[in-house]
């Protein structure tokens, strides 16, 4: 496996482009088991879940290439409704092919899913959304099964606004009999791109970016091509790596609009802010201020900036509480960054963060996609070498990380092993 060796302490300074949304593509290629031809997607990255999904969809049968960042995905010939263990361990986001296969075709098998792992995320939330659409639906040796004649729209209360949950209802209503409609929906931008990518294919849906949706079903869903929006979180931890620097980054192809909690979370540490057209220009304070976050549903300050904005705090002025209330159990990232010296304190889904003068280079060990940057971010910003071990993590959700780090001043290099 491979690791980075990072040395700092540095200060970043540059431009970088902001890939397209993981969040947001992993649904649009799970939506086109929906349809009877090829989808086509634009700005999509090159990660190892893209590359996992594409192998998810072949066992189906479908055909996708990818190249230059555009993706074609052939599901007119589904000859599989089984998704496996051995693919679906990898990756929580498997479980969006649940909803279509069941939608179009009356069945579906998955495997219970599996990904980062950090604390208890239940899929309970799908499970009832989908039978309340009529599927009939058995748990046994670690697959989900289940089978529908035919899908009715229903009334569907979630309650929390689950993103998993409603993208899957979503894509399961589209094709049911009747009117569907979600309460407590889930807000997030990677939420409307779905909605729109699917009206593209003749899908019914209102409401998208509220909390109630509404959905028509229809007889079919046509093949879609679909621009998929830029990566917020990926935007996010360049913004936190030009706080945790005192640098100055350029965030070009990114949308500030769906980075507002994070933003004025920046601006509180000390970090200045300007946001554009497609752009974001972040510059890092002399010394980070402390600040108090909460992470929430969107618009809240977002669980996967989480791990990121602890990483800044660590070497704030001052004492900063970190509280996350979406999943209390993501803190696997606190005692490696506790490696460097950071000094923090967690008690339950509360962490208290003391701010140190500086970090020290540790060997640290990446627990999963977001704890990955965290401990980047901390190693930029710390004296001496850091070898981060582990780093498949990050290649799930960032493309080629070091070399945009690279190119902005940092010193980080990967090596096998």
Not at 7 to 34: D, F, H, Q, Y
Not at 76 to 97: D, G, K, N
Not at 103 to 124: K, L, T
Not at 279 to 292: D, E, I
Request: aromatic share 4%.
């Amino acid at each position: 496996m491979d690791s980075f060796l990072v040395t700092g302490p540095c200060r970043l300074e540059g431009s970088v482009r902001i890939g397209g949304a993981k969040n947001a593509m992993l649904p649009l290629m799970a939506a086109s088991l929906l349809t009877a031809g090829t989808c086509e997607l634009e700005n999509v990255p090159d990660l190892r879940d893209t590359r996992t999904m594409m192998q998810l969809l072949a066992g189906f049968g479908v055909r996708a290439t990818l190249g230059d960042g555009r993706l074609a995905i052939d599901a007119s010939r589904v000859e599989s409704f089984e998704a496996p263990y051995e693919i679906v361990r990898t990756m929580r986001a498997s479980i969006y092919a649940f909803g279509p296969l069941l939608a179009r075709f009356g069945r579906a098998r998955v495997s219970m899913p599996g990904g980062c792992a950090w604390g208890p995320r239940p899929i309970d939330l799908h499970l009832r959304g989908l039978a309340a659409l009529g599927a009939r639906i058995r748990i046994e040796h670690g697959y989900i099964d289940a089978t529908a004649e035919r899908l009715r729209g229903a009334e569907v209360s979630l309650t929390i606004p689950s993103v998993g949950a409603t993208v899957n209802v979503m894509m399961a209503a589209v094709l049911a009999d009747g009117r569907t409609v979600i309460e407590n929906a889930a807000r997030e931008p990677e939420i409307a791109e779905l909605a729109r990518a699917l009206r593209a294919g003749g899908a019914r849906i209102e409401g998208e970016g509220t909390s109630r949706i509404e959905i028509d079903g229809v007889a079919a869903i046509a093949p879609f091509s679909h621009r998929v929006i830029p990566d917020r979180i990926e935007a996010g931890t360049f913004a936190a790596a030009a706080a945790i620097t005192g640098g100055r980054i350029e965030i070009e192809g990114c949308d500030p609009g769906h980075l507002g909690a994070v933003v004025d979370t920046l601006r509180g540490c000390g970090a200045e802010i300007v946001c554009g057209s497609g752009r974001m220009a972040v510059a890092g304070p002399g010394r980070v201020k402390a600040s108090n976050v909460e992470t929430g549903f969107y618009p809240g300050f977002p669980t996967d900036m989480q791990a990121q904005i602890m990483a800044v705090l660590s070497i704030a002025d001052g004492t900063s509480t970190v509280v996350d209330r979406v999943y209390p159990d993501r803190f696997t990232h606190v005692p490696e960054l506790c490696r460097f010296g950071a000094r923090i304190a967690r008690d339950g889904n509360v962490a208290v963060v003391t701010g140190v003068p500086r970090l020290e280079g540790a060997p640290v060990m990446a627990t999963d996609i977001r704890a990955s940057s965290a401990l980047i971010l901390a190693a930029l910003a710390a004296d001496g070498e850091t070898k981060i071990l582990r780093v498949y993590h990050i290649d799930r959700g960032y493309e080629r990380i070091e070399e945009k780090l690279g190119r902005l001043g940092a010193r980080i290099r990967r090596v096998a092993g």
